[in-house]
Nanobody, 119 residues
């Protein structure tokens, strides 16, 4: 499974960005996916994920109401719409995939895309 993120960049506080993650090399619908981020000097943390069954979504408290995760199975792509961005959202954002129904760690990761929010 190959995951390629795009859409990162520099934006002012209050602005918006939409990240994309294109998957290849597998049957996209067999996987559930999510977005994670890692700020400088900090551990990687989850941002938004689809549930292990793919039916529901879950968000970190810090992004609830501002970020929305979605997927387009026809395009083998998931998205992260980020609104009302804050400087503390600055991080490298990664998408990840694991088999539907799995409770284990994510098996596949993208290379990451940098998001920088200026104050």
């Amino acid at each position: 499974v190959q995951l390629v993120e795009s859409g990162g960049g520099l934006v002012q506080a209050g602005g918006s960005l939409r990240l994309s993650c294109a998957a290849s090399g597998t049957t996209f619908s067999s996987y559930t996916m999510g977005w994670f981020r890692q700020a400088p000097g900090k551990e990687r943390r989850f941002v938004a994920i689809f549930s292990r069954t793919g039916d529901n979504t879950d968000y970190a408290d810090s992004v609830k109401g501002r970020f929305t995760i979605s997927r387009d199975n026809a395009k083998n792509t998931i998205y992260l719409q980020m609104n009302s961005l804050k400087p503390e959202d600055t991080a490298v954002y990664y998408c990840a995939a694991r088999r539907l129904g799995s409770d284990g760690p994510y098996d596949y990761w993208g290379q990451g895309t940098q998001v920088t929010v200026s104050s």
